[in-house]
């Protein structure tokens, strides 16, 4: 029985890790796996843990911004790179649901310490996750308990680790930019995707919806993600996804409210994530393109998915 209700457990962990960010895939799972067999936390060589106070048990909800940062200048060791992706995850322990909250790269907003409005995808350039993590705070008006920032080759080592995924590609995707190192070809239909090429899919944003598309591949690729993990075999794949996530993830949540936090949610299903986008609209300013937050409903939906179920 015992060793039922360990899979069972597991089985959970991996579902809120898959909640939490298409790219980070197994962070949460792999960070509690790490905590049960060594000490020290992700990455400890660059995270920034919190002191612990327990927000997994108090029934609020706890946000958490999960950033993936682009791979900078190839050729500029050391550059300011840039957030590719940003979400917002709002997760209820009281009822088992996250909320997401995809925040286009494009958005205008003002960053703190900035003068005038520029796009947000700047925010974590020009300071890091800090200042990405005040300009969210700004922008939403929530606080933002923790952060998960991982990067692109942590996603495609992951994906790899777990067998790649089986994907219908909507379009034909050709681009290359030899400036960024990122070269996408993919033809359409569905077919099954390595973890280069889920890279490619989820990064393509060179069509008539720009980056607005690449939201909605993401969210889609995030639910055919879900339903992976928790295949029963994921569960012995978690010891190289830890070495992979420990050398790409940092984060400053701390291991213990990653464990009670994957305890906690029980009662959680796949039908238990809701993922919204960003309301607003394109439009170009001094001849740059941006997305354009449309503010009421910006609020009403804030509300909707950090505010209900749970005070803050």
């Given amino acids: 029985m015992s060793n039922l209700l360990n899979k069972a ?16 895939t197994v962070t949460i799972g792999a960070a509690v796996y790490g905590f049960t067999h060594a000490p020290s936390p992700v990455n400890s060589s660059v995270a920034v843990t919190k002191e612990s106070t327990d927000t997994a048990t108090t029934g609020k909800r706890i946000n958490i911004l999960l950033l993936g940062v682009d791979d900078g200048d190839p050729d500029t060791p050391g550059a300011p790179r840039r957030s590719d992706t940003m979400m917002v995850a709002s997760i209820n322990p009281g009822d088992g649901t996250i909320n997401l909250l995809s925040i286009p790269r494009d958005t205008r907003t003002v960053i703190p310490g900035r003068s005038g409005e520029d796009k947000i995808t700047h925010a974590f350039a020009y300071g890091g996750v800090s200042l990405a993590v005040r300009t969210v705070e700004r922008m939403l008006a929530i606080p933002i308990d923790y952060y998960v920032v991982i990067d692109w080759k942590a996603f495609i080592q992951v994906i790899d680790i777990l067998g790649g995924v089986d994907m219908n590609v909507g379009q034909a995707m050709n681009y290359d930019d030899p400036y960024e190192n990122l070269h996408i070809h993919l033809t359409k239909g569905y077919q099954h995707l390595d973890g280069e090429q889920a890279g490619e899919y989820v990064r393509f944003r060179h069509d008539e919806l720009g980056d ?23 569960i012995f794949k978690l010891p190289p996804l830890v070495t992979t996530l420990r050398q790409y993830v940092q984060t400053d949540m701390p291991l213990t409210t990653m464990a009670k936090l994957a305890a906690g949610l029980k009662s959680m299903q796949l039908d238990s994530i809701q993922a919204e986008m960003l309301p607003g609209d394109f439009a170009t300013i001094a001849n740059v393109s941006y997305w354009i937050e449309d503010k009421d409903k910006t609020r009403k939906l804030v509300t909707d998915l950090f505010c209900a179920g749970g005070t803050q």
């Fill in 9 to 24: 457990f597991w089985k959970k962990l991996l579902l809120v890790s898959a909640g939490l960010f298409a790219a980070a």
């Fill in 212 to 234: 607005i598309g690449r939201v909605q591949r993401q969210q889609q690729f995030l639910k055919v993600l879900s339903s992976e993990l928790l295949q029963a075999g994921t």
